[in-house]
């Protein structure tokens, strides 16, 4: 927050402390080790100064201070602790308890409640009141927030945060002094985002959550930092999960430690949206079709099955006979397994994904210049942003919220270009809303072809205000250019090429799900390889693989399901999508076609499979994962659901049972032996503690054919743009991956291209069987979104 | 005249142990004495098997609130929460035990769950005969826990 690099020095309790001027007193003790107490103040909302919990006294100063509005001065000397200070916040607490409930036993902040820290400190644990406390029935204001008002302490954070973070300003106090109390927008009930951003700020119980409410106490749980499965901005989150008797519930999910590109933010989704993975719906064994009918069958049944026709398919036809779909929310490691197996076991090129923006294309105009994609984190502190189609609202609500807060507290400047009115608009510096066929206009607009301009313009945005635009953007020398999927194809060349001319411009793609620009990364397209490399240059790929790989290319997504209808394609495989109600497939359309579907429901597609493998969610499993701006993250089990396996440890069994050795496709046993504690449920925290000490020491595990880590490896080894820091990525930061084509990438078909269009509380086949958004979509009927068939 | 002394002193133990052996006899009676004990007497503060406590509306005091769990020292106290509802009350407040297990494996009978209970609710009561052929058989559930029956006119 504070560019000021000068250095004030100052005195507290004794000790010489230093800080950047303009430093409020309370942070520059937080950095000295010198804890002030404080219930309004949040670092980087709004100054409150309404508790009074962070009384200090400075020399000179008549009264004693609210260290969350000073800023250090030179030479301030200040005690933090004496008897006064302690007196005075042992008043201010036992005026908070004056009507405070005794609810500690029952309320959800027990044991992580910064009231009762405070007592504890300040021990104002005996009121000297003798009037009844008012009591008030506790509020739902929406599916997920609930509101408890006598455990209010009044400090306004959750009104802060509503307004100036999420910039929904759903929150505010009515009435004055005594009587204040926190209302919602619509009187009784919440029309608002449902980020729970105010439930995770409130430092009491007062804002509790529907999902989390009375299921358990903190330390109860066991906390797993993973990575949120939703959209493509790869949130960092800590998920609590407590046992179950089918094996671990998740049950809360938040970024408390602001470990992480999110800091503390997570939406609907991350914070709520983890309930599909105790869905009652969930397939619990595997399934094989018998008599025209899928029937539960044994796990041996299942592969057999798998391997016998797999294998006599590849007799018969080759690997021409396979077609091969891939998943937008399985790991890297897993993709670029799927991919493996597919060209070198199955002998095809016939794979492919749902593609959600144009990622080879822009690999490809990135080519040389790897440096110049965008993390998330360049959102935070750039000087100018330029936004290209997309609604980050709600389709990337993190990059929103870094949008909203770089503005906010940098000053950044925000461009918009859409053809449609984005909420982010307000933060906007200029606008411009252009036809929806415009963006390639607009591109060349850019570069400098004024004769598209009147095209352009239309009843919202005019030549001049176009023009003026593009002044400010060629003015900006430190700017990053984020675009969603209207940009593609040759728009998407242009555009790149037309940045890099200058320096400082950076650039970021917006695909839709959480590892889908990991899909894209690890290969899984019909002519091209991991990395983007084309089939022509296998190279290292075709070293490895030992196998002959197939040289030309292969079927896409669209194609294979039109064989598949046209009963020309013998099997089918598909790894976590439903690519059948994206086409819109009915059962008993596919002709001839053995149809393998890994899953964890019975999607449109999954109905219409030969056989039916259950599978685990990227929140029970390990491995890593991509977001859409190139960040590479670690995805570790935090959830447990008996009967469901990951999908990399289906794929090397259906290999295995095919009689190809697991080692061919999973480079394992290379590494040390060693104890390394369980790997799933309760204790699965430690084989991460095992893992990341294994990797200071320079040894590794990847015992086991269905470590992923043994995968690892063998990207970071084969994959261009994959060679990051492993300690730091298994220290669970975010690493920066720099994927860039060799120059021409094989030109991809942007008509392939199918954009999820999420909202905030949609998330294709996930939120389908999300109880949570269901419900938050029902309570917002009427003014619901646009929703779509879901197609990942 | 030490002898004589001896003598008295002898003389007066005796009396003692001659005086007691034609007293009735004070050892208990158990295990063929009444009552659920079997004759067995206890001091008030003897920590047995423990019984969960049930409120004057007959609704049980526990909340779940984990913090005899966490005051374990044997960490033996095993139990899951559930919100109450309207139609499904069991307890006065929001929360209740659904799951309560206590593993008298581990249990060492220290006190300190009933010591951390905010609402009374877990106590030791007097059972003592936990004697199992099958250690399974020594986790304790709620049902077995909970005081009998609530008081009759409120019986829902
Ligand atoms: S808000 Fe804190 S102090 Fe108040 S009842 Fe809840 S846990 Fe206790
Ligand atoms: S859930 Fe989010 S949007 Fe809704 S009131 Fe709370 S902070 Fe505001
Ligand atoms: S509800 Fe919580 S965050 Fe909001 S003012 Fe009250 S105590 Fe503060
Ligand atoms: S912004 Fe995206 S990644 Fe972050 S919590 Fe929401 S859905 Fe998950
Ligand atoms: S028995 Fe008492 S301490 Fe234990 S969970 Fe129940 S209310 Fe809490
Ligand atoms: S933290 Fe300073 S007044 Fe609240």
């Excluded at chain 1, 107490?37 to 100054?47: E, H, T």
């Excluded at chain 1, 999960?241 to 989704?269: H, P, Q, T, W, Y």
């Excluded at chain 1, 110049?372 to 993190?398: C, V, W, Y």
Aim: aromatic fraction near 8%; charged fraction near 20%; charge should be negative.
């Amino acid at each position: 927050m504070v560019e000021n690099t000068q250095l004030v020095s100052l005195t507290v309790d004794g000790k010489k402390i230093s800080a950047p001027a303009g430093t409020l007193l309370i942070d520059a003790c937080k950095a000295s080790g010198i804890e002030i107490p404080s219930f309004c103040y949040y670092p980087g909302l709004s100054l409150q100064a309404a508790c009074r919990m962070c009384v200090v006294r400075i020399d000179k100063m008549p009264k004693l201070q609210t260290a969350c509005t000073v800023p250090v001065a030179e030479g301030m000397v200040v005690t933090s602790e004496s008897d006064e200070v302690r007196q005075a916040r042992k008043a201010t607490i036992e005026i908070l308890l004056g009507n405070h409930p005794l609810d500690c036993p029952v309320c959800d902040a027990g044991g992580e409640c910064e009231l009762q820290d405070m007592t504890f400190t300040y021990g104002a644990a005996e009121s000297r009141f003798m009037e009844a406390k008012a009591h008030k029935e506790e509020q739902q204001w929406s599916p997920v927030v609930f509101f408890d008002r006598p455990r209010c302490i009044l400090c306004y954070r959750c009104v802060r945060v509503c307004g100036e973070v999420m910039d929904v300003w759903a929150l505010g106090v009515q009435n004055r002094g005594v009587n204040s109390v926190i209302a919602p927008n619509m009187g009784d009930h919440l029309e608002c985002e449902e980020c729970g951003q105010c439930i995770d700020i409130c430092p009491v119980g007062a804002l509790t959550s529907g999902a989390y409410r009375y299921k358990t106490r903190p330390w109860e749980m066991n906390h797993v930092g993973t990575v949120c499965t939703h959209c493509g901005d790869g949130c960092k989150t800590t998920l609590g999960v407590r046992r179950a008797d089918n094996g671990m519930e998740i049950v809360r999910g938040d970024n408390r430690d602001k470990s992480g590109i999110n800091g503390d933010f997570l939406c609907i989704k991350g914070r709520y949206a983890f309930d599909f993975q105790q869905h009652p719906d969930r397939l619990k064994q595997p399934l094989v079709r018998k008599d025209g009918k899928l029937k539960p069958a044994t796990w041996d049944e299942a592969f057999d099955t798998i391997a016998k026709r797999f294998n006599a398919i590849r007799e018969q036809h080759g690997g021409a006979g396979f077609g091969v779909i891939g998943s937008t929310r399985t790991t890297n490691e897993e993709n670029y397994l799927l991919q493996k197996f597919a060209r070198s076991v199955l002998g095809t090129n016939n794979i492919d994904h749902h593609r959600t923006a144009d990622y080879p294309a822009f690999a490809a105009a990135l080519a040389g210049k790897p440096e110049m994609a965008a993390s998330l984190r360049d959102f935070e502190k750039t000087p100018a942003i330029l936004l290209i189609g997309n609604d980050p609202t709600h389709q990337h609500p993190m990059l929103a919220t870094a949008i909203r807060n770089n503005v906010r507290l940098h000053g950044a400047k925000l461009f918009i270009v859409n053809h449609e009115g984005l909420k982010l608009r307000r933060q906007s510096k200029a606008y411009a809303h252009i036809p929806k066929d415009g963006y390639g206009k607009f591109i060349a607009f850019l570069g400098g072809d004024d004769a598209v301009a009147s095209a352009l313009a239309n009843g919202h945005t005019n030549r001049e205000q176009l023009m003026a635009m593009r002044e400010m953007l060629r003015g900006e020398h430190q700017l990053v250019i984020v675009f969603g999927a209207e940009v593609r194809g040759k728009d998407l060349e242009t555009l790149v090429k037309l940045g890099m001319s200058h320096t400082g411009v950076k650039f970021a793609c917006l695909g839709d799900y959480a590892n889908s620009r990991g899909a894209a990364d690890m290969g899984l397209y019909p002519d091209l390889l991991p990395g983007f490399t084309p089939l022509a240059d296998a190279g290292d790929f075709a070293a490895e693989y030992g196998a002959s790989l197939p040289k030309s290319a292969g079927m896409d997504l669209e194609k294979m399901v039109d064989a598949a209808k046209a009963g020309k394609l013998p099997a089918m495989f598909v790894v976590g999508a439903n690519p059948m109600a994206r086409y819109n497939v009915q059962l008993g359309e596919l002709k001839n076609c053995f149809l393998v579907v890994q899953d964890m429901f019975l999607t449109e597609t999954a109905a219409m499979a030969d056989v039916v493998l259950p599978a685990a969610n990227a929140y029970e499993k390990s491995g890593t994962m991509t977001n859409t701006y190139g960040d590479l993250q670690i995805v570790r089990p935090a959830g447990d659901f008996a009967g469901a396996k990951p999908d990399l440890e289906l794929i090397v069994r259906i290999a295995d049972r095919m009689g190809v050795a697991p080692q061919s496709l999973v480079p394992f046993g290379r590494g040390t032996r060693a104890d390394m504690g369980q790997s799933r449920g309760a204790q699965s925290g430690e084989a991460d503690r095992h893992a990341i000490w294994m990797v200071a020491q320079g040894i590794e595990p990847k015992v086991s054919p269905f470590d992923p880590q043994a995968l690892l490896d063998e990207i970071q080894r084969l994959v261009p743009g994959y060679g990051f820091s492993r300690l730091n990525l298994f220290a669970g930061n975010d690493v920066p991956t720099h994927t860039a084509g060799k120059g021409k990438g094989a030109h991809q078909d942007p008509e392939l291209i199918w954009p999820a269009n999420d909202t905030l509380f949609t998330s294709g086949t996930l939120g389908r069987y999300s109880n949570t958004l269901n419900s938050v979509v029902e309570a917002h009927e009427g003014k619901r979104y646009p929703t779509q068939v879901e197609t990942d | 005249m030490s002898v004589l002394k001896d003598i008295g002193a002898i003389a007066k133990g005796m009396s003692i142990t001659f005086g007691e052996m034609f007293q009735p006899t004070v050892v208990e009676n158990y295990p063929d004495g009444p009552g659920p004990f079997k004759g067995a007497k206890f001091q008030e503060r003897f920590r047995g098997l423990h019984v969960l406590q049930r409120d004057e509306n007959g609704l049980e005091k526990c909340v779940a609130c984990f913090l005899c769990a966490a005051a374990c020292p044997s960490n033996c106290i095993y139990i899951e929460a559930a919100e109450n509802t309207e139609e499904h009350r069991i307890s006065g407040a929001e929360r209740y035990a659904k799951v309560y297990n206590i593993d008298y494996n581990r249990c060492i009978f220290c006190g300190y769950c009933v010591e951390a209970c905010p609402t009374d609710a877990i106590t030791h009561g007097h059972g003592f005969e936990l004697a199992a052929f099958n250690a399974s058989n020594l986790v304790y559930r709620k049902e077995q826990l909970l005081m009998p029956t609530p008081a009759p006119q409120l019986q829902r």
